[in-house]
């Protein structure tokens, strides 16, 4: 059984109520970690809320509270690779939560090896998709480090939990009317449960916090990118974190950004989530756009033929594995010449392209333009239509229609 236990902090019900009762469940030394990727931390504490929830662990029990702030890190080497994969679950989610799994784990892993710890463990339930994330990803990178799951076990519920922290001392801010569980952090927010759990229910206007729609004016964004990554927005430069948290705000207050859908879990069940991803939605949208004049046919199609399957390897909690190496070597390679500017309009409720270019564009205009710079060998058709067609036109003389003219 393991002695020393890095626990991945979240600083809620639940993580809190887990150091305590590994302590005395386990009799194992938990060390509390929580890794800031740009979630929204109790807003209404004063000075820094990190400070607050390290606080909080050591109240709990915690021999020791570390913060890592990996908001660049999670942004440039968790995000950026996602967006230039296109990576969207199931056609729609930007995988807000799947995203920051690794690069938690990989803390996680991190601080193990730094307090000589010989387990790791979670807050997650056996119902969630994060279970999976974090188990896996902690086996890939160090399998002989041990995982725990308290929540997964200890058979409590909500209610029990929070008389459990009141019976001892833990300082929480959660109460048994919470109705929603939220998950967020810089490339979105995720909002679950209450009567959201009712596919048919229309999601309460109060649940928003990232779209809620302010302004009014229609105006243009312009989105600048090299080799496939956001560098700049109206011509001003500004890294991945900049770019993201300005868009979330900017193109967030024209209401545009909200995902309702019905995904399919890793457990094997189907269950109705809400999402807000202004910023991931729109430099997508953008990026994707960038590629339609970057890219030569076969590499576009191919790549739009693995991306579906590179964000399943995200959603699986497969991020540290061979085949997503691999596709992130390919995907590389792609982005080589998808450098350029896209331009986006923004209405309320409305984020849509309406212009691109590049450097290293292969839109061709003499090719394209039906005008009289056109430079496209018109006499050139009739041979290649006529070979194009030449199996059907063979089939339907000898077994098709024409054979029975």
């Known amino acids: 059984m393991a002695k020393r236990v890095v626990l991945a902090y979240s600083g809620g019900l639940d993580t809190s109520v887990a150091v305590r009762w590994m302590i005395e469940t386990y009799g194992v030394e938990v060390i509390a970690l929580a890794v800031d990727v740009g979630q929204a931390v109790d807003p209404a504490q004063s000075g820094d809320p990190w400070d607050a929830i390290k606080a909080r662990a050591l109240a709990a029990g915690a021999s020791e509270a570390v913060v890592i702030d990996a908001r660049e890190e999670f942004a440039e080497n968790f995000v950026a690779p996602a967006l230039a994969a296109n990576a969207l679950y199931e056609g729609r989610y930007p995988l807000v939560s799947a995203l ?7 803390h996680l892993v991190e601080g193990a090896r730094r307090f000589g710890a010989d387990a790791v463990a979670h807050g997650c339930t056996g119902k969630g998709n994060d279970q999976v994330r974090f188990e896996v990803g902690t086996r890939s990178l160090a399998p002989d480090l041990e995982v725990l799951a308290p929540v997964r076990g200890w058979g409590m519920t909500r209610e029990e939990s929070i008389l459990y922290a009141y019976r001892n ?7 048994k009317e919470k109705v929603y569980s939220i998950d967020d952090n810089l490339w979105g927010r995720a909002i679950e449960c209450g009567e959201m759990e009712d596919p048919w229910a229309v999601p309460p206007q109060g649940v928003w916090m990232l779209t809620r729609q302010t302004a009014t004016e229609p105006r243009d964004v312009v989105i600048g990118f090299e080799q496939g990554k956001p560098t700049s927005v109206d011509g001003e430069r500004l890294g991945m974190l900049g770019i993201i948290t300005l868009l979330n705000e900017l193109i967030g207050s024209y209401g545009w950004g909200r995902i309702d859908m019905v995904e399919n879990r890793r457990v094997g069940i189907k269950s109705r989530e809400t999402y807000e991803c202004p910023a991931s939605l729109a430099l997508i949208l953008a990026h994707k756009d960038l590629e339609s004049i970057c890219l030569e046919r076969d590499l576009d199609r191919e790549k739009a033929r693995i991306e579906p399957r590179y964000a399943e ?19 590389k390679s792609s982005q080589r010449h998808v450098t ?18 590049s450097p290293d ?9 039906y005008d009289a710079a056109d ?6 058709s009739a041979g290649f239509v006529r070979l194009w067609g030449l199996g059907l036109e063979t089939w339907s003389a000898r077994q098709g229609p024409g054979s029975r003219s």
Request: hydrophobic share 40%; glycine share 8%.
């Open 375 to 380: 430079s496209f060998r018109h006499e050139d």
């Open 313 to 331: 390897l995200i959603y699986d909690g497969l991020w540290f594995s061979p085949l997503k190496d691999a596709f992130d070597s390919f995907v």
């Open 169 to 175: 001392d833990i300082p929480i801010v959660a109460t």
């Open 361 to 369: 564009s292969l839109y061709d205009y003499g090719l394209a333009t």
């Open 340 to 357: 350029g500017e896209v331009r986006l309009h923004l209405e309320p409720g409305s984020c849509v392209v309406t212009g691109r270019r």
């Open 100 to 106: 920051s799994r690794p690069v938690i784990v990989k």
